[in-house]
């Protein structure tokens, strides 16, 4: 049936879906910058480690002192030098994971806060150039006004408008347009369009 069929958008429809839009990249982007400072926060564990790792290695300078001292020397030795690898090892964990994470964050704060708006964008800026390819075509056939145009436009009234819509301008719209009275029909497209009629010529 006429009435089912997918319909051609109209003005508000496109305003309305900009906004939305427009608010889903925003919360991305947020959700984006969120997720990558939450990330980069985790940092402070690695910072964590490197001080950690430092005392460790602080602990066994100190205990090398020991290492003079005739009988206990001799054991304590190996000892401190396990220790110091241990705090040298620690401390370069805690640098590596620091800077994993630091890009971490940046390659999902990216992944989150930039694809899916450009992704949607691509699917929709086509759409929304056709759109405003037909507006602005419809503008310039106004602007000439060419007698023809207006059937034109009627025609397309009955092309795009739902029968519900159409019933609501005319009980017959296709009788009308026979009978050469576009106006209505061409007014109801203008509508569609959100397209002001220019002001009439003195």
């Known amino acids: 049936m006429k009435s089912a069929e997918r319909r051609p958008l109209g003005a508000r429809t496109f305003r309305i879906i900009d906004i939305a839009l427009l608010l889903w990249a925003v919360l991305w982007i947020g959700l984006g910058i969120f997720t990558a400072r939450e990330i980069n926060n985790l940092t402070s564990l690695s910072d964590t480690l490197v001080k950690t790792g430092s005392s460790i290695s602080q602990t066994g300078n100190a205990l090398h002192l020991l290492a003079a001292v005739p009988f ?112 209505a029909l061409a007014d109801a497209e203008l509508a569609r369009l959100g397209i002001a009629r220019p002001p009439a010529r003195s």
Do not use: C
């Not at 030098?81 to 704060?109: E, P, Y």
């Not at 992704?119 to 060419?146: C, E, I, K, N, Q």
């Not at 819509?165 to 009980?171: M, N, V």
């Open 72 to 183: 206990v020397g001799a054991e304590i030795g190996g000892f401190v030098n396990k220790i110091n690898s241990a705090g040298a090892d620690i401390q370069t964990s805690g640098h590596k994971s620091r800077s994993t994470l630091q890009r971490l964050s940046w390659v999902i704060g990216f992944t989150l806060g930039v694809l899916p708006p450009l992704f949607m964008l691509a699917l929709y800026l086509p759409v929304r150039r056709s759109w405003r390819r037909t507006v602005r075509g419809v503008r310039a056939g106004l602007a000439r006004g060419d007698p023809t145009f207006e059937e034109y436009l009627a025609r397309r009234a009955i092309d795009n408008l739902s029968y519900d819509s159409l019933r609501q301008i005319s009980d017959n719209p296709w009788r009308e347009v026979a009978a050469g009275e576009f106006g």
